[in-house]
């Protein structure tokens, strides 16, 4: 959520910085319902100081065998005034609350108004694999190998389902273990989080109440929903806390599958495992004092790509327009792995610093050392990595004449053999 501060100071400033992801954005009712309301808390409060002025005389007045009635009658139409005009603010901070909470991030300065056309390409590493055959795509190659079995996935869960079995259940298990493996020796704590959360965790990460629909609800009266990804979880480690300054940063990752309804429709070739509804991920995550969260944001791109490179996969960092970032993220990068097959990158990870804005949803403080105050934290995330693109590119990337896969040299300490056959 944004400082409101931030909008009563410089209105247009803030306009024009939401301009750069938003069609149009008009701050007018917003300021005339928090001048409004501030300007009754004012009179409401002289009003309260009255009564308790007035309140404090009646016993005297009582005990002088003076009639106290007049006093009494006032006070009970002063504090029927009181009662009603309390009433009004807290309606004018439920509409201005609604209208802050449907508000997206600031984008940082540096970030490039609209949508995916302005994505920049800021690296890219490796070469585009040449093959000296007919290369396969995906689908056939893990359908080829019996790594995943399409068929029965959609039989068990519907469309955009899969199963991995045998060597393809190996390889994704061995992904994780890597991913896990790296994520401990750099020093992040390892998280299993509750799939189930509640509604408070999505209004905290910024999904809600805008992108209710896109996640799957639990009909329990509980207004539970399983989480999306692992970072919906883990911005509410620290909800409603106030953390020390000397134990920041804070470095937590988890594994969790990701369950999302991909609402919309799907491009002809995004077939196989592309988007699914069901999916693996490693998700990294940072609090820190503001200062650092630049810097955060440098590693947590780092980590993502070493990653990638230690697997051998040509991939490229873009970073993302205004537009194209999440609601609740005010700079993004996006790690996107080539699949052959489709002539085309995808998102294998989204780096993302948050600033204040989830922290300041889910009330996240730190307390300063030199001042004693608190403040918000910042809230980073990257995935570490998501698995359901990164197999069908190790399939297409390192994809032999014969129809083998040549298994990345990370991963053999868990799959023990050099490539996988049928």
Known sequence: MLDINLIRENPEKVKKALLKRMGSVDF?????????????????????????????????????????????????????????????VSELDGRIH???????????????????????????????PEFSFKPKDHVQLVTDLHLIDYERGAKLG??????????????EWALLNYFIETHISDGYEFILPPHLLTWNCGYTAGQFPKFEEDVYRIENGEGQFILPTAETALVNFHRDEILKE????????????????????????????????????????????????????????????????????????????????????????DIEIWIPS??????VSSASNGYDYQARR?????????????????????????????????VEQLQQEDGSIKVPSVLKKWLNMDTIKA
């Open 342 to 347: 489709m002539n085309i990158y995808k998102e």
């Open 246 to 333: 000397d134990e920041l940063p804070k470095k937590y990752f988890a594994f969790t599958p990701c369950y999302r309804k991909e609402a919309g429709s799907y491009r002809s070739d995004e077939r196989g495992m592309i988007r699914g509804h069901q999916f693996n991920k490693v998700e990294m995550f940072q609090y820190t004092v503001p200062e650092d969260s630049e810097k955060a944001l440098d590693e947590l791109i780092g980590k993502a790509e070493k990653l990638v490179q230690g697997l051998g996969l040509h991939y490229r960092v873009s970073k993302l327009a205004a537009a194209d970032c999440s609601a609740s993220m005010g700079k993004t990068f």
């Open 362 to 394: 889910g009330n996240i403080r730190f307390r300063r050392i030199s001042t004693g105050k608190t403040e918000y934290v910042h809230t980073l995330n990257a995935s570490g990595l998501a698995t359901s693109r990164l197999l069908p590119a190790i």
């Open 98 to 128: 609604d209208f802050m909470a449907a508000l997206p991030n600031i984008p940082a300065d540096d970030v490039l108004a609209g949508d995916k056309e302005n994505n920049k390409v800021v690296r890219i590493w490796g070469d585009k």
């Open 158 to 171: 519907g469309n955009g389902f899969w199963a991995y079995r045998g060597n393809g259940a190996l390889l």
């Open 28 to 88: 007018t009712e917003l300021l005339s319902w928090d001048t409004k309301r501030r300007e009754l808390i004012v009179e409401t409060e002289n009003m309260k100081a009255e009564r308790n002025r007035v309140s404090k005389l009646i016993p005297s007045i009582k005990k002088e065998g003076k009639d106290a009635g007049v006093y009494l009658s006032a006070m009970k139409k002063l504090s029927d005034t009181i009662t009603e005009r309390d009433k009004t």
